[in-house]
């Protein structure tokens, strides 16, 4: 499978590593209503140009972009499906999340199973090399139709629900409504799917995540059948939704969007089932290490920073002799550094560094900039 006939698209809803490559391509998702609160509380003013300037938004051209608490993920796949320029160029389209991603089988043997929701695996770290591994391995990996999770089985972890209506009111707090809503669509509009959604509401699984890679002609009739539902569900609940307090409330039907997705796929497999492959997901623990600590080293790769230290640390009468070489090694390395920085940046768009303020470390980079050493070699490369 040649690299320019896949494209699988990574949602954001905060800043956090940056995946991007050419097989990889970030959409900021709730662009449009990126001021209100999310889920993980605000987005910063630094958080909004990062999400901004190096990815997609999901609300440009025809959009939902203004749903994205209620529909979460469903905004961006609307987004792709509606408005990205090369979708009729590519053989196949792709969704996964910024913290959850598919990997092979063979890692997912080495890896820590997720004790809370037991259908994902434990990486502790995003960094280039796992960016890497997941890029070549799904590149190479498309010799079907269809690639989705595995089916995620409550009742082998710690839920004990009877059947996937009960876990769904329970886990999410909610009333069976919208759940009795959906059969009631499927009954009466998508009668062929009606047998399928009996035997899946008496069962004790589904496919999470919305997470698929798939032919590009399956993604638009998934679409079609995913935002039909959806928007009926929405019309009904709307009112609802939007006088719950709750943001984990409000997202009632992104959970039911779940289950949207797992009749696509139990029809499609039924159907056609040599053509369907399961992998296993990713969870990425500490995604927020990666980017958010940091900012002491790069204050302290300032050039202001280790001119300022080699003038204070410059004793005896041999070393202040030598200080302005020292100076001239130091303008030179850094410069030089500087420059391989902007090839990497131009080559690999993941090593491009946000913005100071956006890393947990800032206050101490901050404490190191106001430091006489630091204020000093200031001086010196504003006045060489």
Same mark, same amino acid.
């Given at each position: 499978m040649r690299n320019n006939l896949i494209k699988i698209f990574i949602g954001y809803h905060k800043p956090d590593f940056l995946i991007k490559s050419n097989i990889f391509e970030p959409i900021f998702l709730g662009r449009e209503i990126y001021t209100q609160e999310t889920k993980d509380g605000y987005i910063t003013d630094s958080g909004f140009s990062f999400l901004s300037e190096n990815m997609l938004q999901d609300n440009i051209g025809f959009n939902i972009s203004h749903l994205n608490r209620y529909f979460c993920e469903l905004t961006g796949i609307y987004w792709i499906w509606k408005n990205y320029s090369n979708l009729y160029n590519l053989d196949y389209i792709g969704f996964m999340h910024y913290r959850r991603h598919f990997i092979s089988k063979d890692l997912s043997s080495f890896l820590k199973l997720d004790s809370d929701a037991r259908y994902s695996y434990i990486i502790n770290k995003i960094d280039y090399t796992y960016i890497k591994y997941i890029n070549d391995f799904l590149k190479d990996k498309i010799e079907c139709d269809l690639i989705i999770p595995y089916m995620f089985d409550f009742k082998k972890s710690l839920f004990h629900e009877i059947n996937i209506e009960e876990f769904f009111c329970r886990q999410h707090g909610l009333t069976n409504a919208s759940f009795k809503t959906l059969e009631y669509i499927i009954k009466y509009k998508y009668p062929d799917y009606y047998d399928i959604f009996i035997e899946f509401s008496k069962g004790t699984a589904y496919y999470p995540c919305n997470m698929f890679i798939m032919k590009k002609e399956l993604f638009c009739k998934y679409c079609t059948f995913l935002f039909d539902i959806m928007f009926s569900l929405f019309d009904i609940f709307e009112e609802m939704l939007k006088n719950l307090d709750s943001l984990w409330e409000k997202r009632n039907l992104a959970w039911i969007s779940e289950f949207v997705s797992t009749l696509f796929f139990l029809k499609y497999i039924r159907d056609n089932h040599n053509n369907v492959e399961f992998?296993?997901?990713?969870?990425?623990?500490?995604?927020?290490?990666? +980017?958010? =600590?940091?900012?002491? +080293?790069? =204050?302290?790769?300032?050039?202001?920073y280790k001119i300022g230290k080699k003038i204070i640390h410059s004793k005896g009468l041999i070393n202040i002799l030598l200080l302005p070489f020292s100076i001239i090694c130091i303008y030179f390395n850094h410069y030089l550094e500087k420059y391989i920085y902007n090839i990497s940046i131009k080559y690999n768009p993941n090593s491009k560094r946000i913005k100071l303020e956006e890393y947990s470390d800032y206050d101490e980079a901050v404490r190191i900039q106001n430091y006489l050493s630091y204020k000093i070699g200031k001086i010196f490369v504003k006045n060489p």
């Open positions: 992998l296993p997901i990713s969870f990425v623990q500490n995604t927020i290490e990666n +980017k958010m =600590v940091g900012a002491v +080293k790069i =204050v302290e790769n300032h050039l202001s």
